[in-house]
Protein backbone atom coordinates (compact mmCIF):
# COMPACT_ATOMS: atom_id res chain seq x y z
CA UNK A 1 0.00 0.00 0.00
CA UNK A 2 1.14 3.13 -1.20
CA UNK A 3 1.12 5.84 1.70
CA UNK A 4 1.26 8.98 -0.42
CA UNK A 5 0.40 9.86 -3.95
CA UNK A 6 2.57 8.24 -6.48
CA UNK A 7 3.02 11.23 -8.40
CA UNK A 8 4.31 15.03 -7.19
CA UNK A 9 4.01 18.65 -8.86
CA UNK A 10 7.27 20.69 -9.16
CA UNK A 11 6.20 22.94 -6.06
CA UNK A 12 5.82 19.60 -4.00
CA UNK A 13 9.34 18.37 -4.95
CA UNK A 14 10.48 21.81 -4.21
CA UNK A 15 8.91 22.11 -0.63
CA UNK A 16 9.83 18.45 0.13
CA UNK A 17 13.72 19.41 -0.72
CA UNK A 18 13.08 23.00 0.80
CA UNK A 19 14.39 25.02 -2.43
CA UNK A 20 12.88 27.14 -4.74
CA UNK A 21 10.99 25.89 -7.78
CA UNK A 22 13.07 27.75 -10.19
CA UNK A 23 16.08 24.60 -8.41
CA UNK A 24 13.55 22.32 -9.50
CA UNK A 25 12.77 23.08 -12.58
CA UNK A 26 16.52 23.50 -13.57
CA UNK A 27 16.96 19.73 -12.16
CA UNK A 28 14.32 18.83 -14.35
CA UNK A 29 15.29 20.81 -17.52
CA UNK A 30 19.37 19.12 -16.96
CA UNK A 31 17.78 15.95 -16.75
CA UNK A 32 19.30 15.67 -13.04
CA UNK A 33 15.78 14.72 -11.59
CA UNK A 34 13.65 12.49 -14.10
CA UNK A 35 9.97 13.76 -14.23
CA UNK A 36 6.78 13.52 -17.10
CA UNK A 37 5.04 15.92 -18.91
CA UNK A 38 1.57 15.68 -18.43
CA UNK A 39 -0.93 17.22 -21.56
CA UNK A 40 -1.13 19.93 -24.26
CA UNK A 41 -0.79 22.51 -20.89
CA UNK A 42 2.67 20.48 -19.81
CA UNK A 43 2.11 20.19 -16.34
CA UNK A 44 5.16 18.31 -14.65
CA UNK A 45 5.13 15.22 -12.46
CA UNK A 46 7.69 13.42 -10.63
CA UNK A 47 7.08 10.09 -9.49
CA UNK A 48 8.35 9.45 -5.83
CA UNK A 49 10.42 6.98 -6.53
CA UNK A 50 12.57 9.13 -8.69
CA UNK A 51 12.44 11.90 -6.35
CA UNK A 52 14.00 9.01 -3.96
CA UNK A 53 16.58 8.22 -5.91
CA UNK A 54 17.87 11.28 -6.95
CA UNK A 55 17.85 11.81 -3.20
CA UNK A 56 20.21 8.92 -2.59
CA UNK A 57 21.95 10.37 -5.38
CA UNK A 58 22.80 13.01 -4.41
CA UNK A 59 24.14 11.51 -1.05
CA UNK A 60 26.76 9.20 -3.04
CA UNK A 61 27.46 12.59 -4.86
CA UNK A 62 27.68 14.64 -1.48
CA UNK A 63 29.74 11.70 0.02
CA UNK A 64 32.26 11.73 -2.99
CA UNK A 65 32.93 15.21 -2.96
CA UNK A 66 33.81 15.17 0.95
CA UNK A 67 36.28 12.46 0.33
CA UNK A 68 38.04 14.16 -2.42
CA UNK A 69 38.12 17.11 -0.28
CA UNK A 70 39.90 15.16 2.92
CA UNK A 71 42.34 13.54 -0.14
CA UNK A 72 43.28 17.36 -1.38
CA UNK A 73 43.86 18.19 2.38
CA UNK A 74 46.16 15.94 3.76
CA UNK A 75 49.36 16.97 3.13
CA UNK A 76 51.36 19.52 2.21
CA UNK A 77 52.79 18.82 -1.01
CA UNK A 78 49.88 18.66 -2.66
CA UNK A 79 48.77 22.27 -2.29
CA UNK A 80 52.09 23.52 -3.18
CA UNK A 81 51.43 21.74 -6.38
CA UNK A 82 47.84 22.67 -7.18
CA UNK A 83 49.47 26.22 -6.65
CA UNK A 84 51.78 25.47 -9.43
CA UNK A 85 49.52 24.49 -11.49
CA UNK A 86 47.24 26.88 -11.37
CA UNK A 87 50.01 29.53 -11.61
CA UNK A 88 51.00 27.70 -14.99
CA UNK A 89 47.44 27.21 -16.40
CA UNK A 90 47.24 31.30 -15.92
CA UNK A 91 50.35 31.89 -17.04
CA UNK A 92 51.35 34.06 -14.19
CA UNK A 93 54.95 31.86 -14.68
CA UNK A 94 55.64 33.13 -18.34
CA UNK A 95 58.47 36.13 -18.30
CA UNK A 96 57.19 39.68 -19.49
CA UNK A 97 59.37 40.54 -22.43
Not at 7 to 26: C, G, K, M, R, Y
Amino acid sequence: MVDGPRFLTLPDVAEILNTSLAQVTALVRREDLRALKLGGRGQWRVETTELEAFIERMYAETQEHLREQRRGHTGSDRTADSSTSRDQASGSDKAIG
